[in-house]
């Protein structure tokens, strides 16, 4: 049985997007279709041939998409935008059948990709004809027509962060060049209760990446395993990304939330932060109220490539003008 995620290493570059956060203890959800893997939330999938299985999961789309029949056909323009679409998929299967930029500009929102598939499920010749054309430009639109369905039209947010602190090249990514921080954030109280939410009403799905260069044999599964794909989908990466040791907390909406500011427990600064950085973040969650466990610092090392992590010294902040009594920090630093 896996051991539950308690924790996760942040990394964040000093800017003003920091200091909002600590000030308003907020935490940022990303549409995962802006992080720079273009895999993302999109892992690879297995080809199928079997036209049998192919039509068992377009009428698995069909089901779906008509059980929202209502709010569709209540969209503006519903009629003379379906209109538009079924003249738009005429051209596609017959002239060129290949959904690209060309086509996908035609959908400009959500209501109208709704409206898309709709039309495009709703017709089995539209299948039919795909599958004889090109049976793989058919299987890429239905794959993208379930992540549409099933994670973006419900606009989940992650936010990414690791079990590794001490791994260079996530320094140099995400801590800005090494003169960033990283904050360490507990998810749960002592009793073993979610706690990084502020609102207790608030819970968050937490799961560590599977990193798995295996496709996804999404032509195989059934109406039930369908359903709950969301979660496998959101979880797997190429095994290129497997330095990172990600793990990902996944809120069902974007943007910025409000956490519990105990649940940050340590502060790492970079190797390169400067003093006066340094002095600045600890001035500010010291007024904040703030009460951090462990103050450290990352240090380069003269017999290896890694990081070392150590406890943070009144030598770290020689320079910046620092003055302890401002700090509310444990004594000795």
Aim: proline share 3%.
């Amino acid at each position: 049985m896996d051991q539950p995620i308690t924790s996760f290493y942040k990394y964040f570059t000093i800017n003003q997007n920091l200091f909002n956060s600590l000030i308003n203890n907020e935490l940022y959800f990303s549409n995962p279709r802006y992080f720079n893997d273009p895999f993302d939330s999109l892992p690879r999938y297995k080809l199928c041939s079997d036209i049998q299985k192919l039509e068992k999961f377009y009428l698995f789309i069909q089901k779906h998409i008509n059980e929202k029949i209502d709010i569709i056909r209540n969209l503006k323009d519903f009629e003379k935008k379906k209109l538009d679409f079924e003249s738009l998929l005429e051209v596609f299967l017959k002239v060129l059948f290949k959904f690209d930029e060309s086509y996908y500009n035609e959908i400009g929102n959500y209501e109208y990709k709704l409206i898309e598939i709709f039309t495009f499920y709703n017709n089995p010749e539209y299948f039919k004809e795909a599958f004889k054309v090109n049976s793989i430009e058919l299987q890429n639109k239905m794959y993208a027509d379930y992540a549409f369905l099933y994670i973006d039209i419900n606009k989940f947010g992650v936010a990414c962060g690791s079990t590794t602190q001490t791994c260079p090249v996530m320094w140099g990514h995400y801590g800005n060049n090494h003169t960033g921080i990283c904050l360490k954030f507990e998810f749960c109280d002592d009793t073993g209760n979610q706690s990084i939410c502020l609102s207790k009403d608030e819970k968050l799905e937490i799961v560590a990446v599977d990193y798995n260069d295996s496709p996804l044999d999404i032509f195989n599964l059934d109406y039930d395993e369908l359903e709950n794909l969301i979660l496998t989908i959101y979880k797997t990466k190429c095994s290129k990304w497997a330095y990172e040791n990600e793990v990902r907390l996944i809120n069902n909406s974007q943007g910025l939330l409000k956490i519990n500011n105990k649940s940050i427990k340590q502060i790492i600064f970079g190797c390169k932060t400067t003093p006066k950085d340094r002095y600045s973040i600890l001035k500010l969650i010291s007024c904040l109220g703030y009460r951090i466990d462990d103050l450290m610092i990352a240090k380069i090392q003269a017999d290896s490539y890694e990081l070392k992590i150590e406890r943070m010294t009144i030598e770290d902040l020689a320079g910046s003008g620092v003055y302890l009594e401002e700090l509310n920090v444990k004594k000795p630093f």
